[in-house]
Every structure is written in C-alpha cells, then in structure tokens.
DNA sequence: TCGATTACTGAACGCTGTGTTCACGAAGTT
DNA sequence: AACTTCGTGAACACAGCGTTCAGTAATCGA
C-alpha cells in the first residue's frame, strides 16, 4: 500500500469562509440561505429532468427566490448546472494506489462506469453536451472534474513507471486517454452500452498490446 | 493492396430518384429547390455561427421559405443540421487497407484527425452536444456515421487478424474505442488540443501495450 | 442612532425562438 | 374538369432569456 490519491471536488467558497474572515464586505452580506436554495433547487430540476428543465426561472422559482438574484451570482445556466452538480454530488473518489497498477486501474475505472451508469452520468452527459456551446462551463468542467482526475491519475502511473511496471516512454497523456476516453464516448455517442466488464477490458489491452 | 472501403454517407433521398420513381404520388410534388435552399442555409448558418445560430427561423429565412414548409420535411433542429451538415461535407472517406495495418489505421485515423480541427470538427462537437438532449438527432448520429466508420474498421481489423497481425482474442470494439475515442474526447473536452501526432502515439501504445 | 453600502424582491419589460393553426394559392395527378 | 398534395404568409400562444426599476432588508462604520 503507498497511500490513497484524493481527489477533493471544491465548489464556489463557502459562505461561511466569507463571513468568518475580518475583511467583511460593508453592506448587507451574502445570504447563504439563498445560496443553498438555489442549489437545490437546481440539483433537483437537474436529477428530475435534466439540463432541458433547469432553466433559470424554475430554479429560481423552486428555490423561492428572485430570478435577478440568481442572475447576480450566476452568469449563466452552465455555471448553475455544474455548481449543483459539484455541491450536490459531491464526489471524493478515491485512487487507491496498491502496488499493483492493473488492480488500482480497475478499482477506479469501475467505479467512474458505475457513476457513469447512473442518474450523474446522464446529468454528466448533458454538461459536456452544453459545454460544446458555453465555453465558461467548459473551463469549469476541465478544472474542476477533468483536470483532477487526470493528475491523480498521472501520478499513480509515474509510480507505475517507477516501479517498473510500465513502459518509461509511454505518453501518458494519450495513455490515459486510451482508458478513459472510451467510457466519455460511450456516456456521449452510446453506440455500445457501458458494459461493466468494460474497465477489465480496456486496461487489459492497454497494458498487453494488440500484437500477437 | 487488399482493396478499399469506402463509406458512403447518403442523406436523406434525393428528390431526383423519387420523380424519376414510377409510383409518383398524386399532387404537388415536393420541391427540390426549397429542400436545396433550407439545406444550403442551414449549412452557411453552421459554418458561421454554429448550432446556436442554425435556428429554424433563421433557416426559413435565408432559404426564402416558410417556416411551416421547413418543420413539414424536419422534425426538430437537429434533423435539419444533420441533413445539411451530411449534404455539404459529404466526406466520402475511404479505409485503405493496405497489408499493414498500423499505416493504414494511421492513414484513416490521421484524416478524422484534419476534419476534427478544422470547422467540420467544431460542428461535429456541436451536434453530439446537441445529442445529449435530442434522442432522434442521437439515432442519426449513430446510423449514419459513427456506424458506417465503424463497419468499415472493423471489417479491417478483422482482415488483419486473419493475417495473423493482430491477436485473435482481441475485443475489436473495445479496441476500437481505444484508437478513435481519445480523438472524440479531446474534441468535446480539449484538456489537451488535437495534435497531428496523436494518431501515430495511439496506435503504437495500442499495438505494442504498455507493459515494458 | 444614523447614514452608507450592499443584498434581495416583485413586477414588468422587450426580445427571440418554438411549434402550431388558418386560409389561400400553386403544381402536379386522373 | 376534380382531386390531392405542396408551399406561403400571417398570426398565434407559449416559454425562456436577460434586464430594468423602485422598493425593502441587513449589516457596516461613525
């Protein structure tokens, strides 16, 4: 066992971080009732009917609140979308890092195929499907869900690289992307379903290669 | 040389083989210059702006037709775009099949790569966003050219199996998604930009594994 | 306690696009 | 001719967007 990655979703700072620190803000602060309302609000629209019902005046008025409100803090559906997508569905995923890259890989590929299989997958769909129109959800995406779990997964495999058990030329980029980009192509263009043996299959291709 | 694929992408039918058809329907035929004229607005709409710009109201107006003749021939938004956006990149694509199957998968894969960073590539991202929320544009997606790529790979693949160049247990679709996934992956999430040299590192960590 | 400052509200607005209805004329058939 | 289907323009109800406005609420520093 070499310890365990984490991998922390942070979402927009928490209000109670403002409030707490000494610079507060003259005025009326930031309500952090409204905040969690709309939140919610959204969270649920989103779960129930997708992206297509989350529009701004149904979360607003779930979450009984003022449509210019949300508006002030929320530039645009996208950023709504993926702030309740992180706050609600918050996912510490863990990479275990055994010793053994085969199994490590497995254990994290079938766990991100069960979260694909479900209600967040459907809803992840529908936010990389948005993103292709609203480049700000884009850039959110890529830092906040993308972009961590690719520097986990890079660290484990330069272990893997260290400890001999791969290749030291490998790209790891494209490597990487040779795991996982086939699970986003069949959430995104379902040609095939998510099969659960999936994961088992891909890595070991992957690590064997397809020459006899 | 083994012969080539070719994948032929055919949109809906043309009018010309349906008048020239024995059993013409009774009344008014179904104009040809008005499917031309929405088809090539579409497609301009498209290329300018994308799919927020390709609206119906938009296309009914550039193409000097009514509205209600547009939503008479296409469903939705997605009909229309898919329409046009296989009439004017008819992208007649063909698989060489060479003998050597990793130049010929760097050929093809090198091709998909070009028509991806250009703007067929954009708009191509735009409508499998749009997919996310439109079943009947996903469908047509799927039948009419993640398919059709895919027939013609895989019956490649095989021959180079029989050849004895790649190993018969392979799980083709799952080998598939390998090689061309990343290129779908990196255009609807561009955490790293579509390099020319992609396709060459993909196929030699695909064909060779990664285990040292 | 009193401004000053910022947050939130409700109602309304103009705009754009959707998808439909209607009555009418156009272009072919038998 | 009668018949059938196609295309048109105008209008419609509906929904969501993003914004404006006047007014109220909460918290600051003095």
Redesign the pocket.
């Known amino acids: 066992m070499y310890g365990t990655f984490t991998i922390e979703y942070r979402s927009t700072a928490r209000l109670s971080d403002v409030?707490s620190a000494i610079d507060?803000?003259?005025?009326?602060?930031?309500?952090?009732?409204?905040?969690q309302?709309v939140l919610s609000a959204a969270a649920e629209l989103l779960v129930e009917g997708g992206m297509?019902?989350?529009?701004?005046?149904?979360?607003?008025a779930r979450?009984?609140?003022?449509?210019?409100?949300?508006?002030?803090?929320w530039?645009?559906?996208g950023a709504v979308a993926i702030d309740a997508y992180f706050e609600h569905y918050r996912q510490t995923i863990t990479f275990p890092d055994t010793g053994d890259i085969a199994q490590d890989l497995q254990r994290q590929m079938s766990a991100l195929l069960r979260a694909f299989s479900g209600r967040a997958g459907a809803i992840m769909a529908e936010l990389i499907g948005q993103a292709q129109t609203d480049p700000a959800l884009s850039t959110t995406l890529l830092d906040r869900w993308i972009a961590p779990r690719r520097d986990a997964t890079r660290a484990v495999l330069r272990r893997a690289i260290e400890r001999g058990q791969l290749r030291a030329d490998l790209d790891l980029e494209a490597f990487m992307d040779q795991l996982y980009a086939p699970l986003y192509f069949r959430l995104l263009v379902p040609h095939r379903p998510l099969d659960p043996r999936l994961p088992r299959t891909l890595i070991r291709q992957a690590l064997d290669g397809a020459r006899p």
Do not use: L
């Not at 507060?24 to 905040?35: A, F, L, Q």
């Not at 297509?52 to 607003?60: F, G, P, R």
């Not at 979450?63 to 803090?73: E, P």
């Open positions: 409030t507060r803000k003259p005025g009326r602060p930031r309500s952090e009732r409204v905040r309302a297509a019902a989350m529009t701004m005046e149904a979360v607003a979450a009984g609140v003022s449509k210019v409100t949300v508006y002030k803090w530039p645009s559906r």
